[in-house]
């Protein structure tokens, strides 16, 4: 496939996704002051040593951000991963087994998503200690429910082609035909709802900050930062807008190289046949 | 330009298309290269070719349609002395249904399941406004009985699940009808029948539009079919012309190579072997049942001797993939036992052990769903190998290699994914997958149902040669007495999940019949003019039945 067919889109999405990651590996050398650092004066407006100024306590805003960056994408990426191996791997293997322990994973995931998850991850994390691990489990595990039921859905339609049948005929066990007959058929959609459960994490986590369950001070994370300083908003200072708005740019920008995953993904339903 | 006298006159129709595969740019292929035909007021013409010789799209051309992506990209059209092709989009809504109408191939897809089949089959000429709805009804009920539909009064008061596929595509044709149009395009209409109910629709088919004066266009890849209807006949092949002429001439005396090839589709010369004392394969008094109450087998006794080819024939319904299904392990039975190689098979797959498995192949209908897209040629066959004799790396590659040059396909296409084949090339990788585990029986289930007649000739004759070198016997599920004819040496009729007849092929092809063998036999379409007339003589069919 050649770069010239990626639409414009795309390419607006995959540049601003590589500039946050990139900001977010690189934290340390590219933030002008470091993370926890007290440099000026509270809420300072912008100038030329503090391009997007100060917070409330006086650290420097754009270090903050760039550090926030590394947080939050860090914890959302992980939380995605783990959501996206428990839920895939069971979701195949309820489809491929069927019978009881269908039902019983089924009905367990049914049971978890009843409760609202904003609300159970609060619970969860007002009893537990709200550090990183503990944050990419609770995160990864409650959003597993949503890529079981798609990866279940998948599964069920592969499951029933003649080709896993003849792998069933020839004797072959679960795993075979889990890991070689319905994974590679199966990757496509998942890839691209990868990119929306991202999305999902990111604004999971800045909400469970927001909340003060999160990420804990003085560390930066965007759902924090916000929460800092939504008070200037009444003395008319913008500083809360500014991780805000990093969080809309950065979903917007994961999204548009979804949009254009999914589109791929058609494509390839349409030509499977053929 | 000549003024065109002719009701339907297409002059160097010229069709492409856009595709778009994945992964690479846009591409516009050609899918009609430049032809011709006229169509005279009452005369019926066939067109025959295999899938992707461009009939449906010059068929729905004539209507100034494509389906889509497809574009008509040069030529003319004329109807009734106009060029459709210039009319527009008014003059298209004007024209389609009054002067042309189209009948679908499958009817059970192209009925709106919500509605009563009477207000479907006027809806077309209520929109025209041409009468009420009194006298359209009238005329349809007239139709409906011209059609043989039971009880034509009351037929239109039912919806479309409540009658079988047969009379719905007769419905089909009592709407084309109902405008009076000058010319029907008719689109495999009988392809998705069985064999006992295409020849009634068949023969309703004819009589209406000799009674109505019609002029047709019927699309259709069964050459024996289009004989029986048509007057004129049309070979395509790559959407080029091979052959147009005369129906008798066309079956009788083809001039074209092509043509010649499709005349004499499945005259394999066949011996059949008489069976030998152990047989590889004994299904005992079988009775199976879905979800438990559905009882869809019963007391069925089959046996399949070493190197030898039972054929298991019937409708669909009959209960023959069912038997395919029991006999595997997928469905275990609830009734009898199955004896293979001296031993008897446990019920369910889980209790066969890898050599029962091995020694029990199976190849399915779609060859397109029965390999996984993601895997190479090589994969797939090497999997087996790999599974029963532990083979890997030269050695696996050798006998991969051999396979596929059993299979005549050569080791060049180790390396492709399914999608890069044809259909009956993907068949022949299936075949090579079951023949990699080295097994004493291989189920065919409908393996050349879905591919086009030259290739299945093709594919049939590969199968016996195989079975010469091989020794594999075979169990052969299909609906298609001609496979039978061509490759079987037992045969199993089956109906209503029963064995109604039972043995040597020579024994089950000759008199005296039982009623449900005759009638399937006299509905296989034969290659000679005058079939169609000869058959429902001879089976007094009363073609309302099904």
Known sequence: MSLRRIPISAWIGIILTLMFVFAAVFAPWVAPFPNTQIVGGVWEPSSSTHLLGTDNLGRDLLSRLIYGARTTILIAALATALSFSLGSILGFTAAVMGGWVDMVLSRFVDMLMAIPTLIFALVVLSVLPSTLVVLVCVMGVLDATRVYRLARAVAVDINVMDYVEAARLRGEGHLWVIFREILPNALTPLVAELGLRFIFQILLLSALSFLGLGIQPPEADWGSMVKENKDGIVFGVGAALLPAAAIALLAISVNLVADWILNRTTDLKGGRGG | ?546
């Open chain 2, 1 to 546: 330009m000549a003024e065109p006298t002719a009701l339907l006159d297409v002059r160097d129709l010229k069709i492409g298309a856009t595709v778009y595969a994945p992964g690479e740019p846009p591409e516009d292929i050609t899918i009609v290269h430049g032809v011709s035909f006229t169509l005279e007021k009452g005369r019926v013409l066939g067109l025959i070719g295999e899938s992707g010789a461009g009939k449906s799209t010059i068929g729905l051309a004539s209507m100034a349609y494509g389906r889509g992506g497809v574009r008509i990209t040069g030529g003319e059209v004329y109807l009734n002395g106009r060029d459709i092709l210039k009319v527009g989009p008014r003059g298209l809504r004007r024209l389609r249904s009054n002067e042309v109408a189209y009948v679908a191939q499958s009817a059970a897809a192209s009925f709106n399941p919500a509605l009563k089949l009477m207000d479907q089959v006027v809806e077309a000429v209520l929109a025209h406004g041409k009468s009420g709805r009194r006298a359209v009804e009238a005329r349809a009920r007239e139709l409906f009985a011209k059609l043989k539909l039971p009880n034509p009064d009351t037929f239109g008061d039912r919806y479309p699940h409540q009658v079988s596929g047969g009379q719905l595509q007769r419905a089909m044709t009592a709407m084309a009808l109902a405008c009076k149009p000058d010319l029907i395009v008719f689109d495999e209409p009988t392809t998705a029948l069985d064999v006992t109910t295409q020849i009634g629709v068949l023969a309703a088919i004819k009589d209406a539009i000799r009674d109505e004066g019609v002029a047709a266009l019927y699309i259709t890849h069964d050459l024996a079919v289009v004989a029986q209807v048509s007057d004129e006949i049309m070979v395509l092949r790559h959407g080029r012309m091979v052959e147009h002429g005369d129906t008798r001439q066309i079956i009788e005396a083809p001039r074209e190579d092509y043509t010649r090839a499709l005349v004499s589709v499945r005259e394999i010369e066949h011996e059949a072997k008489q069976p030998g004392d152990a047989p590889v394969l004994a299904a005992r008094k079988i009775g199976a049942a879905y979800s438990g109450s559905l009882k869809v087998l019963h007391d069925v006794s089959v046996e399949v001797y070493p190197g030898q080819t039972i054929a298991v024939v019937g409708e669909s319904g009959s209960g023959k993939s069912t038997l395919a299904r029991v006999i595997t392990g997928l469905l275990p039975p609830s009734e009898g036992r199955i004896e293979f190689a001296g031993r008897t098979l446990s019920p369910a797959l889980s209790g066969r052990s890898k050599d029962d498995l091995r020694e029990l192949q199976m190849v399915y209908q779609m060859a397109d769903v029965a390999m996984n897209p993601r895997q190479t040629v090589a994969q797939i066959i090497g999997r087996p190998l790999e599974f029963y004799f532990g083979l890997k790396g030269a050695e696996k590659r050798q006998r991969i290699a051999e396979l596929l040059d059993e299979i005549e396909m050569g080791k060049g296409f180790a390396d492709r994914y399914p999608a890069e084949l044809s259909g009956g090339q993907k068949q022949r990788v299936c075949i090579a997958r079951a023949l990699a585990a080295k097994p004493k029986l291989i189920i065919c289930d409908e393996v050349t149902s879905a591919l086009d007649p030259l290739i299945a000739d093709g594919i049939l004759k590969l199968l016996l040669d195989l079975q010469k070198v091989e020794g594999v016997a075979y169990l052969f599920i299909t609906h298609d007495l001609a496979t039978v004819k061509a490759i079987a040496d037992s045969i199993a009729v089956m109906h209503q999940g029963k064995v109604v007849r039972y043995g040597p092929k020579d024994q089950v092809l000759s008199p005296p019949f039982d009623a449900y063998t005759e009638m399937l036999l006299a509905s296989v379409p034969e290659m000679h003019l005058g079939w169609l007339e000869q058959a429902i003589e001879r089976t007094r069919m009363k073609p309302a039945g099904h």
